[in-house]
């Protein structure tokens, strides 16, 4: 078949920023897709941190004119590879816009930390990204090709179906372009002040209950699904999941209307950072025929690490997460008293909300020998963690992909999980039918209560502790699962010849 051309638009690839799994998304799935054969570019904000990299991007010499409002700014275009690769990525340079994100100065991509220690969205986000919509359009004659699909994600580039659709269709080059719109968490939906169709340039024709308006605002999200030839979701649970009141975000009614052109995809995993067999983080590498040998030098390394007692003998449940209520943190909390009782550590490595951050710090020097706490976020610590614990804890409230669990199969640490989203796509109950055909993979429940949680990590425990083979079997039948992006990108190949026709 014939390859195809592809640009992928993103608010954050990793390698140059990242927030959150849609930079992780960014960045592998068009090394993926290249692999594959298929001509990819992808385009960024080139943010402060990108200028400041080891290696910073070139200057291409072009310059983009990029209408934003009564004005149109003239753009330059750097440009750099992504790790690993020769995948061409390109940056649009808007100092006023992209030059501010500074950890020092609390200052991130999206939001500032104000003086109350809160976390506040920039008020000129809709403005910041109502302008890289556009720039993403006017960036494709400098790519080399003319893409066949061009690929937007989440709110910060929801406008660029509409742009595609309403402005550039007409002009030469744009004609054949589709465009396919991933929803990588609907909670997040670029929200803003009706009078920021001004700052847009689109005709206010647009401005309508069908299309772009909702509750009187303009919503970049819902743009997006409106406009795309083809929306999807990074997992199928989750496709399905938010055309429901309870996860629709109240975008329930829009996508059940175009549920033709929904589907979901799960994220896959990059297998050159997250295995155990190559990891430099981990004092000793494995895979599933070396795991009950070697994992135990990483379980030592985690306790000594956090200062915990090296008893090999007890159950160490790990989190790695964002803590903020979708994470299930407070199930956490409000079970971890009973994963004591049942001889159990808990590892914790992440930072969020205050409120988690104190309830957190006071469990840990209330059980200072059977608690480790680190608030903030250490790549090394990442791994040792995935690779030194027992068990993963991920009872999210939701989770549109998940990653997490993925890096927990590989790592042989079956993942206890709520059946949501991507969870439920990619973690299989070793319940006693599962053990006896062999295809557990973790452990999952379905109620957001802590004592579903409890429940699920007591009868873990219970295979841990009293039936070792049953649970050794979980971990080799979790370690030969395939969550790669060779995966994924196979099913992104899909989803575009679909919509090309």
Not at 189 to 200: P, R
Request: proline share 6%; glycine share 10%; aromatic share 12%.
């Amino acid at each position: 078949m014939a390859s195809l051309k592809v640009l992928i638009a993103a608010s954050e690839v990793v390698g140059f920023a990242k927030t959150g799994g849609l930079a992780d998304v960014a960045g592998s799935l068009p090394r993926a897709l290249a692999a594959r054969g298929h001509q990819v570019a992808v385009v960024m904000p080139y943010y402060r941190g990108v200028r400041h990299l080891k290696d910073p991007p070139v200057n291409t010499g072009v310059v983009i004119p990029v209408p934003v409002g009564n004005r149109t700014l003239a753009c330059r275009l750097f440009r750099s590879t992504l790790p690993k690769s020769e995948v061409p990525i390109f940056f649009v340079e808007a100092p006023d816009y992209f030059d501010r994100d500074d950890a020092r100065e609390g200052k991130g991509l999206y939001q500032q930390t104000m003086p109350g220690g809160y976390k506040a969205d920039y008020p000129d986000n809709a403005e910041r990204f109502t302008f890289f919509s556009r720039a993403v359009l006017e960036a494709i004659p400098a790519l080399g090709f003319v893409p066949d699909i061009v690929h937007a994600n989440d709110w910060q580039t929801g406008l660029v179906p509409v742009y595609l659709a309403e402005v550039y269709r007409s002009r030469p080059g744009y004609g054949q372009m589709r465009s396919v719109y991933t929803i990588h968490n609907i909670a997040y939906q670029g929200n803003f002040g009706a009078d920021v169709m001004g700052l847009t340039g689109l005709p206010g024709w647009l401005f309508n209950s069908t299309q772009l308006e909702f509750h009187g605002r303009l919503n970049f999200l819902k743009a997006g699904v409106v406009f795309a030839d083809a929306v999807n979701t990074v997992s199928p649970t989750y496709s399905r999941e938010i055309t429901t009141y309870e996860y629709g975000c109240g975008m329930e009614g829009l996508l059940q209307q175009v549920q033709g052109k929904l589907s979901g995809i799960v994220n896959g995993v990059d297998y050159g950072v997250w295995d155990p067999a190559v990891d430099p983080h981990i004092p000793a590498n494995y895979d599933a025929g070396t795991v009950f040998e070697q994992k135990p030098k990483s379980k030592a390394e985690l306790l000594t690490r956090f200062n915990l007692p090296v008893e090999m003998d007890k159950p160490v449940l790990g989190v790695v997460a964002r803590l903020v209520v979708q994470k299930g943190i407070d199930l956490i909390l409000s079970a971890a008293p009973g994963f004591l009782d049942l001889g159990c550590k808990l590892i914790f490595l992440g930072e969020g909300d205050p409120e988690y951050h104190n309830e957190l710090e006071q469990f840990q020097r209330r059980h200072p020998d059977k608690v480790g706490l680190y608030l903030g976020f250490d790549e090394t610590l990442a791994h040792l963690i995935e690779a030194g614990s027992d068990l993963f804890l991920m009872p999210s409230r939701y989770e549109p992909s998940g990653l997490n669990q993925l890096y927990s199969l590989k790592y042989g640490t079956p993942p206890v999980v709520r059946a949501t989203g991507g969870l439920a796509d990619t973690i299989v109950n070793a319940d006693e039918e599962n053990l006896a055909a062999k295809t557990g993979t973790g452990f999952a429940f379905n109620d957001y209560t802590a004592g579903a949680l409890y429940d699920t990590v007591k009868w873990a425990t219970t295979l841990y502790r009293d039936r070792p083979e049953d649970f050794r079997q979980v971990v080799r039948t979790a370690m030969r699962q395939d969550w790669s992006w060779g995966r994924s990108a196979g099913e992104y190949e899909a989803l575009y010849r679909r919509i090309l026709g």
